[in-house]
């Protein structure tokens, strides 16, 4: 199963809240939907379900088109479980989950026993089986969002749309609910979209993650092809104040009272001049727009041009320092390289790491007893060889660079540097 959407929009008469948006999700996937309050999560799932009057737009499952079908037909494909459901509290919880089976039942006909127990044995993996006559108003929260979880897996239909799944659930559950779904999707060729507001629980269940704001959809993240400094870029964008870390391969998303997630200048720039003072290399890491290249620039000004690599986006009126790099976060296939007499070319891909050696290489023959690199490229291929030529380069100068975060092959060989300091911004 595949689902697209294209160029997706709704309104409530004046204005798009959601303003043609397009993504596709495949088979077995599990795709979360980050915003902050207002960004049009929810108005998304209920545009994608056509249970908004003002929509504009398509959406196919396996090339059919969604919004030709009847509502009774597209809820055999599509199934949606908002926020809040409107049911009658003296309906029993049995009642409520058989509510999921109607796409599929004929006219006048009603569920029966193969249904019943269909009902029974999701309320009991869902561990609310010993609810299963009570009255659905009786109960709390958290217990009515497993129930009402359970009628949307009995409705069995392609793409399940979970609007804030996890809302009143506590510790416990949400992870016992977030595991439920990723085996009911990964063991089928189902699919799962689904609005999320806690980003450790995405990072940890999802296989992507759109990041939505003011309707539209400013981000979408393969979690098994995105890093740190993504994560920290993506999520920045919506979120104040948060830092990124990287713990046993997996990624967490902490608040940081930092004020505005700034580093503390004069701390940094004490901790390189003791560093002068001192032996070996010097690696400064931290998130995005901490000031990392910030602190570097104002060592470079006090102490005059040194020799290095740096990564800042050259414009066209401004005069490079030394060797300018500039990567992309996209990783489009054109890496931005200008040389110290500030023209700009562009090199191909697998020209950047010829280059890059190339210049390291010269970096040995360069004046005084440091360099700084701001920051330690980002080489896709061959990172070993550009690594072994780092480790080359610190047997003749010490090294004051910054180490990009989730540049993981590279942190591991830090002990091959000999004697060295690694320092988070964040920690100052």
Known sequence: MKCRVENLSVSYGQGNIVNSVSFSINSSEIVGLIGVNGAGKSTLLRGISKLEKYVTGKVYIDDLDIFKMSSKKKSQYISYMPQRYEVSGDMSVLQVVLLGVTPHMSYMSTPGKEHRDMAISLLKNLSVEQYVNRPFGTLSEG?????????????????????????????????????????????????????????????????RILIMSEGRVKYNLNLKDIDVEDIQTSFASIYNNIVVRKQKGKYFVLYSQLKENYADEEKGMKLIEDWLEDEGHLFITGPRNIGKSTLIKKFEKKHGRVSGLNSRLIKDDEVPVGIMMYDKLNRDDWKWIASSNGKGMKLKRENFLEFTNRKLEELKNAPGDFVVIDEIGYVEKNEEEYISNLIELSKEKRILAVLRLGNNALSDSLDKFGKYKLVNLVDL
Do not use: G, W
């Open 143 to 207: 217990q009515k969002q497993l129930v009402l979880f359970a009628r949307n897996l009995i409705q069995d239909s392609e793409l399940l749309l979970l609007d804030e799944i996890d809302a009143s659930l506590d510790f416990n559950n949400t992870h016992f609910v977030m595991k439920t779904v990723r085996d009911v999707i990964k063991n089928s060729t189902k699919s799962a979209l689904m609005t999320m507001h806690d980003p450790n629980i995405a990072l940890e269940y999802c296989d």
